[in-house]
Nanobody, 127 residues
Framework: QVQLAESGGGLVQAGGSLRLSCTAS????????MGWFRQGPGKEREVVAC????????YYADFASGRFKSSRRYDKRTADLQMDRLKPEDTAIYYC????????????????????WGQGTQVTVSS
């Protein structure tokens, strides 16, 4: 059974930092990308960032670029999302997702169709 365990959410003041982690277990194949999506109050789910299987290719949404950093640990099963200079508009539930690491420009956005999602972790940024 595939499980994605997320951790690291919480309450932080604007300008602060949080680090989210996601560990995948139960996958029977390698070569999967890992990504982060979020859904804010009254908003649709949107992509935040993704990291490839190799850990050397990344995708960032415009709002995340320059403030967030996605990385993958040596064991390949854990991905981290370092979020700096947080803003109140970053308040959302953040979800980890895994899926095929496709060699095409939409490889990160395509993770939205994955069947493997974490339970979500709440990030709240106060002003």
């Amino acid at each position: 059974q595939v499980q994605l365990a997320e951790s690291g959410g919480g309450l932080v003041q604007a300008g602060g930092s949080l680090r989210l982690s996601c560990t995948a277990s139960g996958l029977t194949f390698d070569g999967y990308a890992m990504g982060w999506f979020r859904q804010g109050p009254g908003k649709e789910r949107e992509v935040v960032a993704c990291v490839s299987w190799s850990g050397h290719a990344w995708y960032y949404a415009d709002f995340a670029s320059g403030r967030f950093k996605s990385s993958r640990r040596y064991d390949k099963r854990t991905a981290d999302l370092q979020m700096d200079r947080l803003k109140p508009e970053d308040t959302a539930i953040y979800y980890c997702v895994v899926g095929p690491d496709r060699n095409d420009p939409s490889w990160c956005l395509a993770l939205s169709d994955s069947q493997w999602w974490g339970q979500g972790t709440q990030v709240t940024v106060s002003s």
